[in-house]
C-alpha cells in the first residue's frame, strides 16, 4: 500500500504538470496558425476573440503585433484560448471544430483542447454569462461575420481540408445565420431581415492613433475643424509640451501627443467619451474594474500628495509594462477619518479596506505606445 501511495505521489504531480503546461511546438503551431487568420479579419471567431483580447487588455495597446507573435507572450496566447473557448460555449467538442478550422496539425487539436479545457474549466459559468452579456450590451456587435477557415491557412489536401470542414460542422450543428455557434440547448434564430445601420462619421478606436506620427494624419482622419494645438499637462497639472486636441472641450476630447521615437501618447480626462480604449478602461470606471482587468490588486500613490492618485504599482498585473498610467480620484471624500487613511506620502494598495468605501474612480488615463 505504502509503495502504492509513493508511486502516485510520483506521477500525479507529472499528469498536473502535462495538464497545465503547454508544449512550445503546441503553443507555436497556434499562434501560427492564429496569425495567419488573423490577416483574413473578416470572421466572427477572430472578430470575437480580438474584442475580447483587447477587453481584457492582454492584447496590449498594439493588438495587431501580439495577435500575430502570441507564442512570445504566454499570458496572451492563454487568453486567445479562453476567448476561442468561449466563444465555442465552454463546450469542448465546439472548441475543438474551432480549433480544426485553424488547419492546426492533427496532433496539436486534443492537447490543445485538453489544456484549454482543464485550465478555464472552473470559469465556464462565468465565461457564458458574460458573453451572453456582450451581445445583449452591444458590446459585441450581434451580426458578425460568418464563420469560415481562412484562406490564408488552407495548406492541407483537398481531402484533409474536406474532412475538416466536415468534422467542424458535426462538432458545432447548431450554428445561427451570423455565424456565431448556438447556447448548447437552444434553437437557432431565423435569419434576420438585412438592416441599414446608420454609418459612424468617425473611427472612434483609440488603438488606431498610435500608429500616427504626425498632426497631419490627425487632420486628415478626424477634420482639422475638430483639431486644436495647446500646451498639454501632465496629471499633476504641470505643462508638458505641446498637444492636440480632437474634439476640444466635448465629452470626446481626447488629447494626443506625438512623441517621435518615444511613442505616440493618448490621455482622456472626459467622462462619456464614445472612443474605445484599448483596455475597456475610461474615465468615471471604478477601481474594482481596473483591478480586476489586471488581474491583481496594485499600488497607488497617496491622495493629496506628489502624484496623489496615480498607480505607483502595477504588481506585476495586466498593465505592468503596457504604457498605461491611471490617475483616481476619491468621490467620497467628507470622511476626514476614512479619508486620511489613504492621503499623504504612501502607497496604498488597492485592497485597503477604506479604498471600498471612497468610492475611488478613474479620474485621469493615458497610453503610450512602447
Not at 486644436?228 to 494626443?256: H, K, L, S, W
Amino acid at each position: 500500500m505504502k509503495r502504492i501511495i509513493a508511486i502516485l505521489a510520483f506521477i500525479l504531480p507529472l499528469t498536473i504538470q502535462a495538464q497545465t503546461k503547454l508544449e512550445d511546438k503546441l503553443a507555436e503551431d497556434f499562434s501560427d496558425k492564429l496569425a495567419k487568420r488573423y490577416e483574413v479579419r473578416n470572421d466572427s471567431l477572430i472578430v470575437f476573440v480580438t474584442e475580447q483580447m483587447s477587453r481584457s487588455g492582454a492584447a496590449g495597446l498594439d493588438i495587431d503585433k501580439t495577435m500575430t507573435e502570441l507564442k512570445k507572450d504566454p499570458a496572451a496566447l492563454d487568453a486567445a484560448l479562453k476567448f476561442i473557448y468561449q466563444f465555442s460555449n465552454g463546450n469542448r467538442q465546439q472548441f475543438i471544430g474551432h480549433l480544426r478550422a485553424m488547419n492546426l496539425q492533427s496532433n496539436s487539436v486534443f492537447p490543445l483542447a485538453t489544456y484549454t479545457v482543464n485550465k478555464f474549466k472552473g470559469e465556464t459559468k462565468e465565461l457564458l454569462e458574460e458573453k451572453s452579456s456582450l451581445y445583449t450590451t452591444g458590446a459585441i456587435p450581434a451580426t458578425l461575420p460568418p464563420l469560415q477557415i481562412a484562406p490564408a491557412v488552407a495548406q492541407n489536401n483537398t481531402t484533409e481540408s474536406n474532412s475538416s470542414a466536415s468534422e467542424t460542422s458535426a462538432a458545432n450543428p447548431a450554428t445561427t445565420a451570423t455565424g456565431i455557434p448556438a447556447e448548447p440547448g437552444t434553437t437557432p434564430a431565423a435569419p434576420a431581415a438585412p438592416t441599414s445601420p446608420v454609418a459612424d462619421e468617425f473611427n472612434w478606436d483609440v488603438r488606431q492613433i498610435f500608429k500616427l506620427t504626425d498632426v497631419n494624419q490627425l487632420y486628415t482622419m478626424y477634420g482639422k475643424q475638430n483639431v486644436e494645438e495647446r500646451t498639454a499637462q501632465d496629471f499633476q497639472g504641470n505643462d508638458d509640451g505641446t498637444a492636440f486636441y480632437v474634439f476640444p472641450d466635448t465629452d470626446n476630447e481626447m488629447i494626443v501627443q506625438f512623441n517621435g521615437a518615444g511613442g505616440t501618447s493618448v490621455t482622456f480626462t472626459k467622462e462619456n467619451s464614445k472612443w474605445k480604449p484599448p483596455f475597456g478602461i475610461k474615465v468615471g470606471d471604478p477601481l474594482d474594474k481596473v483591478v480586476k482587468v489586471n488581474g491583481r490588486d496594485f499600488r497607488i500613490n497617496g491622495f493629496e500628495w506628489d502624484n496623489g492618485g496615480q498607480v505607483a504599482d502595477w504588481e506585476g498585473g495586466a498593465f505592468a509594462g503596457k504604457g498605461v498610467n491611471i490617475a483616481f480620484k476619491a468621490n467620497n471624500s467628507s470622511d476626514p477619518k476614512l479619508y486620511d487613511q489613504v492621503t499623504g506620502d504612501k502607497k496604498v494598495k488597492t485592497d485597503a479596506s477604506a479604498m471600498k468605501k471612497l468610492g475611488v474612480v478613474v479620474e485621469k488615463i493615458a497610453f503610450k505606445s512602447n
